[in-house]
């Protein structure tokens, strides 16, 4: 598969360039868009922050490489979750809010949702409306982690839901980053488990 290694790749200070053997792909996704989230990632902590993923999906479905992935970033702030996980970040808001008087929806950072496709209604961990994902961003999820599985020898096996699950320390493959702490919203309820499962078996 493509993948554009410069456009947004990350200097040694926003990861940590020590090799580590990986169990687990843990998908998550941006909180904004536009990529500003890598913007973000360079300016905190005076340019030293290491809470980065080593790829993005941004909203074409474009696949970029941040860091080598055999490295590890303090993603989770937890030593044995870190060095056994490789990041992927799906571009996409998160929960919206209602602003009932105009009828807009509104992000966490309060811009205004103006994008054409339909938002998720679900009522899940507080929130009640989703920016969805699309299609693109399934595919190209879909062919990086099969190729991050062949590459690291991870099993390819991923859950259908983003629910929390009970001791994941051992558990060898791909999660979502709400199935480790049920405080986290990524991946929200927009995602299409199923699509994701089904193109993961046929390829």
């Not at 340019?47 to 080593?54: F, L, N, P, Q």
């Not at 909203?59 to 080598?68: E, I, N, T």
């Not at 020898?153 to 994941?168: A, G, Q, R, W, Y």
Request: glycine share 4%; net charge negative; aromatic share 14%.
């Amino acid at each position: 598969m493509q993948i554009d290694t410069l456009t947004y790749e990350l200097p040694s200070n926003n990861y940590v360039p020590v090799e580590s053997i990986k169990k687990q792909i843990v998908i998550g996704h941006t909180f904004n868009h536009n990529m500003r989230h890598v913007t973000g990632w360079l300016h905190r902590y005076n340019g030293v922050y290491k809470k980065t993923a080593a790829f993005t999906i941004d909203s074409a479905g474009l696949v970029y490489q941040h860091f080598d992935p055999k490295y590890q970033s303090r993603y989770f702030n937890n030593l044995d979750q870190d060095k056994k996980s490789i990041i992927i970040l799906i571009e996409n808001d998160g929960w919206l809010v209602k602003n009932n008087e105009n009828n807009e929806f509104i992000t966490w950072i309060g811009d205004i949702y103006k994008q054409p496709k339909q938002i998720v209604e679900k009522r899940w961990r507080g929130y009640d409306h989703w920016m969805p994902y699309n299609e693109k961003q399934i595919e190209s999820a879909t062919e990086l982690v099969r190729m991050l599985c062949e590459e690291f020898e991870i099993p390819m096996t991923s859950f259908n839901h983003n629910t929390k699950v009970d001791n994941l320390g051992d558990y060898k493959g791909v999660i979502y980053k709400s199935n480790l702490d049920r405080h986290f919203t990524d991946i929200s309820p927009a995602w299409d488990f199923e699509s994701f499962n089904n193109k993961l078996e046929l390829k």
